[in-house]
């Protein structure tokens, strides 16, 4: 499943800096893949040569399938915009790294673009054949990954509270107390309703969470540490159940996907 996400979600760089050295191994379709690509990615995920092998016949084959998306200079101009307020940075500083890094503006544009073509190819082709999971999909699946679902059985924390919400997401931002109480406190995971646990659970030792509305105040937690551990009761985890269902079928779907273009492309070994 790791290598299909490494495809799906865009992070097999090397495939542009492999240099053409080494002669051509394979041709997916009129597409070669060189000897030197098949090395640095077999180096770059500690693979096998097989393994680098298919991984770069999936690469052509994806190609292929993306010939006829297209994506126009609005939606660039708006990924680029997405990226640049991410980073909280403006476009003209975003130009300026990336020329010092060795990037022109219109080949980093152009990688983009590049990866717009994916997102599209992988809704299309992909996330657009797997239904909704039913009630009794999701339980199958949660009694065949119970060791996925195991969390803490009690959090550690620091309760932080005030009436006004300006003052606690002050404190937030300063660590200033003024107005702010606070007190340490155990919560156990069983008891918190399932809102609260995933945003404990996602948390990090050290941080705090956002604030949330208590009625008569405003609460941020910070976590301390966990202790214990206990399986999360299926109602609890139906979220995380569901998001790894959905990472499955999609892996799955993905490698049934290239299969079947597989069986009919025109691939030759040049070279083994």
């Known amino acids: 499943m790791k290598k299909l996400i490494l495809i799906g979600l865009l992070t097999l760089l090397t495939f542009s800096q492999a240099k053409m050295v080494d002669g051509v191994a394979v041709i997916v379709e009129g597409e070669a893949i060189t000897t030197a690509e098949i090395r640095a990615i077999k180096k770059q995920l500690h693979i096998s040569k097989q393994e680098a092998i298919d991984l770069l016949i999936q690469d052509r084959l994806q190609k292929v399938a993306m010939k006829d ?63 909704e999971p039913t009630e009794d999909q999701l339980k199958i699946f949660y009694d065949n990954h119970k060791k996925e679902f195991v969390i803490p059985s009690s959090l550690s924390l620091i309760e932080y509270s005030s009436k006004s919400e300006e003052s606690l997401k002050k404190f937030l931002q300063t660590k200033k107390r003024k107005n702010i109480k606070s007190k340490k406190i155990k919560k156990y ?78 691939i030759k070994v040049i070279r083994k």
């Open 189 to 266: 995971t069983k008891k918190l309703n399932p809102t609260l646990l995933g945003s404990l659970l996602s948390t990090p030792k050290g941080s705090f969470t956002r604030p949330f509305n208590a009625g008569d105040r405003y609460i941020s937690y910070k976590v301390l540490s966990t202790q214990g551990k206990v399986n999360m009761p299926f109602e609890s985890s139906k979220s995380m159940v569901t998001a790894k269902w959905r990472q499955q079928q999609q892996a799955q779907a993905l490698k049934d996907y290239f299969q079947k273009m597989k069986t009919n492309a025109n």
């Open 69 to 131: 998306i297209k994506v126009s200079d609005d939606e660039v101009d708006s990924k680029v915009e997405k990226i640049a307020a991410q980073n909280k940075i403006s476009i003209k500083k975003m130009q300026k790294v990336l020329k010092q890094q060795g990037t022109s503006w219109s080949k980093y544009r152009a990688s983009i673009k590049q990866s717009i073509k994916k997102e599209h190819f992988y809704r299309q082709k992909v996330i657009s054949t797997i239904s």
